[in-house]
C-alpha cells in the first residue's frame, strides 16, 4: 500500500513536471519553427507545401495553430510565405500597419483559448506604408485610414522622441509600433494576460526585412 501511495506521488509529481516543462517549452518551439521556415525561405528552400485529397481531408477534421502572427496587410509581407509554413500551422491576423481593434484582438483570443496557440507573434516590416502615412500625416486624414493612423501615431511620436543619429525614423517608428501593438494586446486582452501569466503563451515581436526576407526579433521592452 504505502509503495504504491510512494509510486503514485511520484507519478504525480513527474506529470507535474514534465506537463510544465512541456508548457514552458511549447512557444519556444513554434519560435524555433518559425526561425527554421524563415531561413528557408531567404535561401529559397521552402518545402513542398500540402495538397491534394488526403492532405484537405486531414484539414477539414481541424486545426491546430501553433502560432499567431500579427502581421500588416501589405502584399510583400505573406506570414504563411515568409515563414514557410503549410496551411493550418500559423492563424494569421492582418490589417495594414499590423494594428490591433476589438475585432482583431478577439480573433487572437479565439486562436489562443480555443485553438491553444501557444505564441503570439506582432511582425513588423520594413518600408510599412502605414506607418510612413502616419510620419506623413497632417490635419485630419480620412475617418477609416484615420482610425489606423491614430492607432500608430504614438509609436511615431516616441520613435521621434527616442531617435539616434543615422537612425531612420520609419525603421524606429515600425519598432516602437511593435512593441506599442504587443502592449495592447496584453493590457486589453484579460485572456492573453491570464495565459501568458500561467505560462501558456509566450507574447514576442518581430521584423521583417523585405529585401533580405530575414525575420529578427523585436525586443519588447
Ligand atoms: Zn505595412
Given at each position: 500500500?504505502k509503495?504504491?501511495?510512494?509510486?503514485?506521488s511520484?507519478?504525480?509529481?513527474?506529470v507535474?513536471?514534465?506537463?510544465?516543462v512541456?508548457?514552458e517549452?511549447?512557444?519556444?518551439?513554434g519560435?524555433?519553427s518559425?526561425?527554421?521556415?524563415?531561413?528557408r525561405?531567404?535561401?529559397?528552400?521552402?518545402?513542398?507545401k500540402?495538397s491534394?485529397d488526403?492532405?484537405?481531408t486531414?484539414?477539414?477534421?481541424g486545426?491546430?495553430?501553433?502560432?499567431v502572427?500579427?502581421?500588416?496587410?501589405d502584399?510583400r509581407?505573406a506570414?504563411?510565405?515568409?515563414?514557410?509554413q503549410?496551411?493550418g500551422?500559423?492563424?494569421?491576423v492582418r490589417?495594414?500597419?499590423?494594428v490591433?481593434?476589438?475585432i482583431?484582438?478577439?480573433?487572437?483570443?479565439?486562436?489562443?483559448?480555443?485553438?491553444?496557440?501557444p505564441?503570439v507573434?506582432?511582425?513588423?516590416?520594413?518600408?510599412?506604408?502605414?506607418?510612413?502615412?502616419t510620419?506623413e500625416?497632417?490635419?485630419?486624414?480620412?475617418v477609416?485610414i484615420g482610425?489606423?493612423?491614430?492607432?500608430?501615431?504614438?509609436?511615431?511620436k516616441?520613435?521621434?522622441?527616442?531617435?539616434k543619429?543615422?537612425?531612420d525614423l520609419?525603421?524606429?517608428?515600425v519598432?516602437?509600433?511593435?512593441k506599442?501593438?504587443a502592449?495592447?494586446?496584453?493590457?486589453?486582452?484579460?485572456?492573453?494576460?491570464?495565459?501568458?501569466h500561467?505560462g501558456?503563451v509566450?507574447?514576442?515581436?518581430a521584423?521583417y526585412s523585405?529585401?533580405?526576407?530575414k525575420?529578427e526579433?523585436v525586443?519588447?521592452?
Amino acid at each position: 500500500m504505502k509503495t504504491s501511495v510512494r509510486l503514485l506521488s511520484l507519478l504525480t509529481l513527474f506529470v507535474i513536471l514534465t506537463g510544465f516543462v512541456y508548457a514552458e517549452n511549447i512557444p519556444d518551439q513554434g519560435t524555433a519553427s518559425l526561425q527554421e521556415g524563415n531561413s528557408r525561405y531567404i535561401s529559397g528552400q521552402t518545402l513542398k507545401k500540402g495538397s491534394g485529397d488526403e492532405f484537405r481531408t486531414e484539414l477539414a477534421k481541424g486545426q491546430h495553430p501553433f502560432a499567431v502572427i500579427v502581421a500588416c496587410s501589405d502584399s510583400r509581407v505573406a506570414p504563411e510565405i515568409i515563414f514557410d509554413q503549410d496551411l493550418g500551422k500559423i492563424f494569421v491576423v492582418r490589417t495594414a500597419g499590423n494594428v490591433v481593434d476589438p475585432i482583431a484582438l478577439g480573433s487572437i483570443e479565439y486562436a489562443v483559448e480555443h485553438l491553444h496557440a501557444p505564441l503570439v507573434v506582432v511582425l513588423g516590416h520594413e518600408s510599412c506604408g502605414a506607418v510612413k502615412a502616419t510620419i506623413e500625416s497632417k490635419g485630419e486624414p480620412e475617418v477609416n485610414i484615420g482610425a489606423i493612423v491614430k492607432k500608430i501615431m504614438p509609436a511615431v511620436k516616441r520613435a521621434k522622441a527616442s531617435l539616434k543619429e543615422g537612425e531612420d525614423l520609419t525603421y524606429r517608428s515600425v519598432v516602437e509600433n511593435v512593441k506599442g501593438v504587443a502592449e495592447t494586446i496584453r493590457k486589453k486582452s484579460t485572456i492573453i494576460a491570464r495565459e501568458m501569466h500561467e505560462g501558456k503563451v509566450k507574447l514576442i515581436g518581430a521584423y521583417y526585412s523585405i529585401s533580405t526576407g530575414k525575420v529578427e526579433a523585436v525586443a519588447l521592452k
